[in-house]
């Protein structure tokens, strides 16, 4: 369920001339029996309905007056979200002739053609109010007041997202509303301009348009779920198509190691931002911690913890989850306790929207035996960033609808993932051009060769996983000496430079000439001005063994010793 919530406008969307039909309010009773939540949005004061409309216990909570007033029909608080009007207005406005005049909390109303003298009187007393218009009505309310700052406040009350919220209404004053919900719906009967910038609208008029709204997010939600304002566009393929993600999608980033997949999946949490999607980032190796727009979890010191991870998350902020501090095997575990979590918050407030899982492959494998990591049964809305898609559970892949295979293995990534999923690869299948992206929408038979966006934040050295963090076997030096007798692993770079103040000078040398320190800073570090800072000290055989050690533990300190914090 991704939409939690109804907002709807009251006047000409579920009423017709202020009256609600049984059949709407039955409607409105099943929906609510789904577990979503429903908002009126009404620019009516709260006695004119009461007097209308007796069924307020059908919503959770009220926008009225046109945005100034926050209703709670099951415990009667009202909540103003504007001051009253100003002193001495509605006598200057009954002086001028206007009449009928109705005062609210913070709402004066009238009605056309009176918004002259409203206006004169706004400008002659130099006050900063605004004149809104629906469907002959005036209301006048504080500057910046409207139906979408109520509803923003309803939201923040309830911790929903604007963009788990379906919105349907009819007439002007809804445009604001509307165009904050995730899906916008007009109704048969709404205004031109209405229609024109609603996401859908329906067959019906009225309360029977928004029965047949409830009836799509009961029966067809996908349909609302997959609109054009949910697409991320991330890069453009060579026939000019954007190549997107929705929220539905489960897209694999894959690729060998060091071709850029973690800036890949930086650009796509900028996207993410720009749109107000909130993310979580699943870090096991710290590629993330230097992530803007991000609150860290975690550090080379400091376990992560569940709960306060959760808590971010529900105050609306977007977190990376690091687990530096836990050895290789104990990452999953953490994992393991955090998914049920982000799948329950998820369920009860539609957020985090996107979750990010990188290095995939070590959290839930393809040999997993009786690991601690668990699926969720629905899996959406997931980034999942993998050095190889053979590396992963089969049901796992079974959930991927989309693949951006980056590097010259592209084609072999497509290849593994037809494969386990015994279906027929794209084809032709070819090596993207310079650094395109071979993107496959799974199952289809063919494939695009896509320029992705670059990030606007610089990809920043990762210090902490390098210099503190704990690197698996594969990526770990090992220092072993010319007859190998040794079997020292360096699992980071200040585990590096402690062991090789310790080792013989046998054992130093014969790595520094086998050329081993500035292949591994290059290979498994990623850093070649690193790589090319150890290879001049390498090169120089005129260095006495004890200056050699120095001047690399020197090119290290320089750009991975971390200040203390």
């Not at 393929?237 to 690729?255: C, Q, Y």
């Not at 991870?309 to 902020?317: D, M, N, P, T, Y």
Request: glycine share 8%.
């Amino acid at each position: 369920m991704y939409y939690l919530a109804l907002a709807s406008d009251y006047d000409g969307t579920l009423a017709e001339e202020g009256l609600v039909s049984d059949r709407t309010i039955a409607a409105l009773e099943k929906l609510r029996g789904t577990g979503r939540k429903t908002i009126l949005v009404s620019g009516r004061e709260l006695p004119d309905l009461k007097s209308v409309f007796k069924r307020l216990d059908l919503f959770d909570l009220m926008v009225l007056e046109n945005g100034a007033l926050l209703y709670n029909p099951q415990s009667g608080e009202e909540r103003p979200l504007a001051p009253a009007p100003p002193a001495g207005f509605v006598d200057a406005l009954a002086q001028r002739g206007v009449a009928p005049i109705s005062v609210g909390h913070a709402i004066v109303a009238t009605w056309e053609p009176h918004q002259d003298a409203v206006l004169a009187v706004i400008q002659e007393m130099g006050l900063e109010l605004e004149i809104i218009f629906n469907k002959g009505a005036v209301m006048v309310l504080p500057s910046g007041v409207n139906k979408a700052t109520g509803l923003a406040a309803a939201l923040a009350e309830l911790g929903l997202s604007p963009h788990n919220v379906a919105g349907v209404g009819d007439a002007e004053n809804d445009h604001a509303f509307l165009r904050s919900c995730g899906c916008s719906v007009a109704v048969a009967n709404a205004l031109p301009a209405v229609k024109q910038t609603a996401d859908l609208v329906t067959a019906g008029a009225r309360g029977e348009g928004v029965e047949e709204l409830i009836a799509v997010l009961e029966e067809d939600e996908d349909r609302l779920v997959r609109i054009e304002g949910n697409r991320i566009a991330f890069g453009k393929a060579d026939d000019g198509r954007a190549v997107e993600i929705e929220p539905p999608d489960v897209l694999l980033i894959a690729g060998t190691s060091g071709i850029g997949k973690s800036t890949f999946a930086t650009a796509l949490t900028e996207k993410l931002v720009d749109r107000r999607f909130q993310f979580c980032v699943l870090d096991p190796e710290g590629d993330y911690l230097e992530l803007e727009n991000a609150t860290v979890v975690g550090d080379s010191k400091t376990t992560p913890s569940v709960e306060q991870v959760i808590e971010l998350l529900a105050q609306g902020q977007n977190v990376v989850v690091a687990a530096l501090a836990l050895s290789i095997e104990e990452r999953p575990e953490l994992f393991a306790k955090l998914l049920p979590e982000l799948a329950r918050l998820r369920a009860s407030k539609g957020r985090p929207h996107w979750i990010v899982i990188d290095e995939t492959h070590h959290l839930i494998p393809a040999e997993r035996g009786a690991g601690p990591i668990v699926l969720p049964s629905e899996l959406a809305g997931c980034l999942l960033i993998t050095v190889h898609p053979r590396a992963l559970a089969v049901e796992l892949l079974q959930k991927v609808t989309k693949v951006a295979a980056l590097g010259p293995v592209a084609p072999e990534v497509i290849g593994e993932v037809a494969s386990a999923l015994r279906i027929a690869p794209p084809a032709p299948l070819a090596a993207p051009e310079g650094k395109k992206v071979l993107v496959w929408a799974v199952g289809r038979p063919e494939v695009a060769a896509a320029e992705v966006d670059l990030p606007r934040q610089s990809h920043k050295r990762h210090t902490r996983k390098y210099a503190e963090g704990e690197l698996d076997e594969e990526n770990s030096f090992y220092f072993r000496g010319p007859d190998n007798r040794l079997n020292l692993r360096a699992r980071n770079l200040m585990a590096f430079l402690d062991l090789a103040a310790g080792v013989d000078d046998a054992t130093w040398q014969h790595h520094l000439r086998a050329g081993d320190y500035s292949r591994w800073f290059k290979e498994r570090i990623k850093d070649d001005d690193l790589a090319a800072a150890a290879a001049a000290i390498e090169e120089d055989k005129s260095l006495p063994a004890a200056e050699s050690r120095d001047r690399i533990a020197e090119a290290v300190k320089q750009r991975y010793t971390v200040p203390a914090a």
